[in-house]
Structures are given as structure tokens and as C-alpha cells.
């Protein structure tokens, strides 16, 4: 006598269902390989911590308000020491503000403030120096 098999011969209650993706490893139609989002575009491992959880500095933050800060200082003293100091400073602000805005995640608020600040005194020191150049301009046409 053979033992009945509760399991035996039944047939699928739901059909013959065909998979919408058409991989029948896949029943649900999700994408599982590696690094590729799901249906839905979002990554269904979710956002993975910024560089291991820990922010750094941006390389040249405290160059550029270093920067900035000297052209101030220079553009009383020594004019054209100030614009040499003050264009680079600006020249290095914009290459570390693209490089923030590329990966913000990767470095530190307090790093873009001191672009920021070196930028803004380096746009000071410019102005100023413009200013006192336009007067120079005009006093010294008003004596010609």
C-alpha cells in the first residue's frame, strides 16, 4: 500500500501565469543585479553613508581665505601684490566651488564657508583697488 501524497498532482489554483519580465529566476520583475535601480528608480539597498560617514575638508579652503585675506591686507600696502593675490584667490574659489558642487556629500559646510569667505574678500579687494584706480585715473586728468 502506498502512503497518499497530500501534495500530489494538484494543479496551480493560480493558472499558468506568465512572468511580465520574462525571467522565470525573477518572479517579480525586479532588476537584481549590482548598482542598477529597481522599477521604481530608487536603490532598494538606500543611500549608502557618504565616504564612510565622515566629511573632510575641501583641499584648498583655508588657501583661498588665506587668499583673500592677504589680497585685503596688500591692497593698502603694495597695490599690485593685493591683485595678483586677489585674482588667485578667485581662480582657486571657482575650481574648489566646482569641486564641492560635484560631490557635495564629500566635504565639510565649514570648508565652503572659507571659500566663500576668500572669495568674498578677494572680490573686496578688487573692487577697492578698481575704485582707487578709477580715482587715480581721474585725479590725474584733472591735473594734465
Sequence with gaps: MQPNDPYGNQQNPYGNQQNPQG???????Q????GQPNQY??????QPPPYFGYQVDLPTANTV???GIASLICMFLISIVGLV?????????STAKA????NPGRYTEASLSR????????I???SVLGFALLVLVFVLAAFA
Excluded: W
Design 23 to 29: 525571467n522565470p529566476n525573477n518572479p517579480y520583475g
Design 115 to 122: 571659500i566663500n569667505a576668500g572669495r568674498i574678500c578677494a
Design 41 to 46: 528608480g530608487q536603490n532598494p539597498y538606500g
Design 99 to 102: 569641486e564641492y558642487n560635484a
Design 85 to 93: 593675490l586677489a585674482i588667485i584667490a578667485l581662480s582657486m574659489a
Design 124 to 126: 573686496i579687494a578688487l
Design 65 to 67: 581665505q588665506g587668499l
Design 31 to 34: 532588476q537584481n543585479q549590482y
